[in-house]
């Protein structure tokens, strides 16, 4: 199992930015690709973003495309989610996601 902890999280207005961040530890050698999820308040969680370890293949939601960009860090062992322009809509927790297992998540929230 792989240990995911994420953080980043905050209260930012609309328009601003937020850089996550997603630790990962334990047997990641049996992951190929990490993901980003979130939950807005009242609603199903969805996929943001995602990229392999290498940094291949980057992939984004719709609702995020232009406006948030993933990388991976593997010497560190560390996925990051810049999040620019953020809106209202962009109010939720976010977690990181090996495929199998989830970061405990960290909150953002969008003001307008």
């Known amino acids: 199992q792989v240990q995911l902890v994420d953080t980043g999280g905050g209260l930012v207005q609309a328009g601003g930015s937020l850089r996550l961040s997603c630790v990962a530890s334990?047997?990641?050698?049996?992951?190929?690709?990490m993901y980003w999820y979130r939950q807005p308040p009242g609603k199903e969680r969805e996929f943001v973003a995602g990229?392999?370890?290498?940094?291949?293949?980057?992939s984004y939601a719709d609702s995020v495309k232009g406006r948030f960009t993933i990388w991976s860090d593997k010497f560190r062992n560390t996925v990051y989610l810049e999040m620019n322009n953020l809106n209202p809509e962009d109010t939720a927790v976010y977690y990181c996601?090996?495929?199998?297992?989830w970061g405990q998540g960290t909150r953002v929230t969008v003001s307008a």
């Open positions: 996601h090996t495929g199998e297992d």
């Open positions: 334990g047997p990641i050698l049996s992951t190929n690709y």
């Open positions: 990229i392999h370890w290498t940094g291949a293949s980057p």
